[in-house]
């Protein structure tokens, strides 16, 4: 970064100083003379309001009709505006305007301190009438206490603001005048010292020229004390950059081998076994801070058996050596395939452990999905072709001669061949969807949410009917979201059908949607099917959203469940960039949740 001379170093600290106490002296000066000003106007409206206050109280309790006119006469009298407003902030009467054209005045400060019990000021721009205008209100009250409304007078403050302007205008002078003042001075005191240490400049700079036998000649110069010291000091410099060198090298080298595999997480390790160097993915993993645990021993931060082991194998042998280790952390076990290599100088004196960590927990989370999935798969297909193929044999073993059989049996084998294409169906869907979420291939479009809850709830209601099920729903009709209204149907279908197979007879499922407004973020659409079912387990919770995956699998057969529903609610939300919440207590019901983003 190019410096700057020093004179622009210490003339801008200069000038913020004068300005900042320029700047205090204008708040200060204005603040005083405008509180002063407002005391006053607030006295002098106060005044008139309270000799108004008894004829407006007894008008509006007696003759409310009377109070306009009184107000018209009283401001082109007083060349003030009067208003009286209602407890619920009503506009009754206005000595400019007419009070059936005017706003509801509940949102007014000066209204609203009255309505307190308090008097009430504001200053502020009155687009009624065209300037800005100070205004003071009374709360008025009946004879017993009560308290009936409000009396409001207001003044043009065209003369406060022309006098605010014109003080601030002085004050603002006279602290141009002295910020001239202290940027001359700071100038002429800055170009003194920047021309004392221009030699000392040139001498830095045969220095960064690599000249480091003499950089400042102190016979020939003639040098104030403090001068003579930097030169000093700059020869001293020169003296020992040699050495310097030599230790910037052996840092150079340290940095280079911790660093040379920086696409994982990385620690070097010293042959006391304290940290030298991590890398923020390695502090991050193990939740430490990089700065913290520089030269603490390794095994006070870090408890792990196994780690220990390879770096104690690696220092012992000078061998390099890969492992796969298994650590936790919190909650979580993680799997990490782990190098070390050892470190050494250079004239490869051992100086530690270079430990590079890969995060293999994903994959071996994908390799325990695939196969639970292929084992899931075989055995949901095969069942259904187990109970077909056993079916077909009866039938041709003699059971084609036995009507009554034969039919019981081709019913049965109709049924598990549209499991079977149920389950073909789903695997499908749940393949594109995913398909399309990894290219954010889905298309998107502004539609009615309450249209597409409607389609989905006509769907279910014959299986809601054969165990008198209610579906409520719950949908401003005008709410509308931007949406693949086909996919979000699919998923509140299978939303409704999972809680009416879950739910006893005559009981209501309730879906609803609602557009959540949050503070600093998007907005997002909340689409939530609710029943009064059996409920779920808390263990259960966490593996809903997986193939094939039943709480209750007798109940699930019976009713014709692939398994797959909630797994193709999952990720159409996914699609969606959102997410699924799950809300439920044994015995008391479930409530599903898709959350969108907008």
């Not at 949406?483 to 879906?511: C, G, H, K, M, R």
């Not at 949607?513 to 659409?525: C, F, P």
Request: hydrophobic residues 45%; neutral net charge; proline residues 3%.
């Amino acid at each position: 970064m190019k410096s700057k001379p020093l004179l622009w170093q210490l003339l801008p600290a200069n000038l913020i100083i004068v300005l900042g106490t320029l700047l205090a002296l204008l708040w200060f000066g204005s603040t005083t003379f405008r509180n002063l000003f407002l005391d006053n106007m607030r006295s002098d409206l106060e005044g008139r309001a309270r000799l108004i206050e008894a004829t407006v109280t007894g008008l509006l309790q007696s003759s409310p009709q009377e109070l306009q006119p009184y107000c018209r006469q009283l401001g082109r009298q007083s060349a003030s505006r009067i208003t009286v407003i209602a407890h619920d902030g009503k506009v009754l009467a206005d000595s400019r305007e007419d009070p059936a054209m005017m706003a509801n005045h509940a949102g007014r400060p000066e209204f609203q301190a009255a309505l307190a019990g308090r008097i009430g000021a504001n200053l502020r721009f009155s687009n009624t009438m065209g300037e800005d205008m100070y205004f003071v209100a009374i709360p008025l009250t009946s004879g017993s206490g009560q308290q009936i409304g409000s009396l409001r007078i207001g003044t043009s403050a065209r003369s406060f603001v022309q006098a605010m302007r014109a003080i601030n205008l002085k004050i603002l002078l006279g602290g141009l005048l002295l910020f001239i003042l202290a940027a001359a001075a700071s100038l002429l005191v800055s170009r003194k010292i920047s021309r004392s240490l221009a030699e000392m400049k040139r001498g830095a700079e045969k220095l960064a020229r690599g000249e480091t036998d003499k950089i400042i000649d102190l016979d020939s110069l003639s040098l104030a004390a403090e001068e003579a010291a930097l030169a000093r000091a700059l020869n001293s410099v020169g003296s020992h950059i040699k050495e310097r060198l030599q230790t910037i090298n052996l840092q150079r080298n340290e940095l280079e081998a911790v660093f040379s595999s920086m696409a994982a997480m990385v620690l070097a390790i010293n042959t006391e076994k304290r940290i030298i160097r991590i890398n923020r993915s390695a502090a991050a993993l193990f939740y430490l801070s990089p700065d913290d645990v520089q030269g603490k021993l390794l095994q006070g931060v870090i408890r792990n058996k196994d780690l220990h082991e390879i770096i104690d194998k690696v220092l012992a042998s000078g061998n390099a050596l890969e492992k796969e280790i298994i650590v936790f952390v919190g909650a979580d076990k993680l799997y990490l395939q782990t190098r070390a290599v050892p470190l050494a100088d250079e004239e490869s004196r051992p100086i530690g452990v270079l430990v590079v960590l890969n995060d293999l927990t994903r994959l071996h989370r994908l390799k325990n999905l695939r196969r639970d999935f292929v084992a899931n798969v075989s055995h949901e297909l095969k069942t259904p072709v187990t109970s077909i193929r056993g079916y077909v044999e009866t039938l041709l073993d003699g059971a084609l001669d036995k009507p009554e059989d034969a039919r019981r049996f081709l019913e049965i084998v109709a049924r598990q061949t549209a499991r079977l294409d149920a389950i073909i169906d789903d695997l499908l869907m749940l393949s594109r969807i995913e398909i399309k979420s990894e290219h954010q291939d889905i298309s998107l479009e502004q539609v009615k949410v309450h249209e597409v809850l409607a389609s989905a709830v006509q769907t279910c209601l014959p299986s809601a009917a054969k165990k008198n099920i209610r579906i409520e729903t719950s949908c401003d009709q005008a709410l509308s979201a931007r949406l693949n209204p086909n996919l979000i149907e699919q998923a509140v279908i299978n939303l409704l059908t999972n809680a009416i197979t879950y739910s006893p007879d005559n009981t209501v499922v309730v879906v609803s949607a609602s557009q959540e407004e949050r503070a600093g973020g998007m907005d997002r659409l909340v689409i939530s099917v609710e029943d009064h079912g059996i409920g779920i387990e808390r263990d259960q919770i966490e593996r809903l959203f997986e193939r094939f995956y039943r709480t209750d699998k007798a109940r699930s057969s019976a009713s014709g469940g692939t398994g797959l529903g909630l797994s193709i609610v999952k990720h159409i939300a996914i699609a969606h960039k959102g997410s699924v919440k799950v809300q439920s207590e044994p015995g008391h019901g479930s409530t599903f949740s898709l959350i969108l983003p907008q």
